[in-house]
């Protein structure tokens, strides 16, 4: 069974950055898509971005051009770089394999306020 341990969130003030990192126990992982979403209370689950094998990537609109993903295939983690973070952003971040149907993690709550 998959697992996903996430990490680096925080409370950080507007315009400012995080980095997140979530290692997966997956033995093909430089075989995969995967993805980051976000959560907050109240509200479903969504898709922030995804990056497939060779690196292509692809990120919902509120995020481009402010947030990076990549992966490091050689530490089993994909990275999720946050620059001019909005209070908007506030929510539990986590990652997964698009249509794995696998069990979330933790997640790493990330925090945008003055």
């Known amino acids: 069974q998959v697992q996903f341990v996430e990490s680096g969130g925080g409370l950080v003030q507007p315009g400012g950055s995080l980095r997140l990192s979530c290692v997966v126990s997956?033995?093909?992982?430089?075989?995969?898509?995967m993805a980051w979403y976000r959560q907050v209370p109240g509200k479903e689950r969504e898709f922030v971005a995804d990056?497939?094998?060779?690196?292509?990537?692809n990120y919902r609109d509120f995020v481009k051009g402010r947030f990076t993903i990549s992966k490091d295939n050689l530490k089993n983690t994909v990275y999720l770089q946050m620059n001019s973070l909005q209070p908007e952003d506030t929510a539990v971040y986590y990652c997964?394999?698009?249509?794995?149907?696998?069990?979330w993690g933790q997640g790493t709550q990330v925090t945008v306020s003055s």
């Open positions: 997956e033995r093909f992982f430089s075989k995969i898509v």
């Open positions: 997964n394999i698009p249509g794995r149907n696998a069990a």
């Open positions: 990056i497939a094998d060779g690196g292509i990537t």
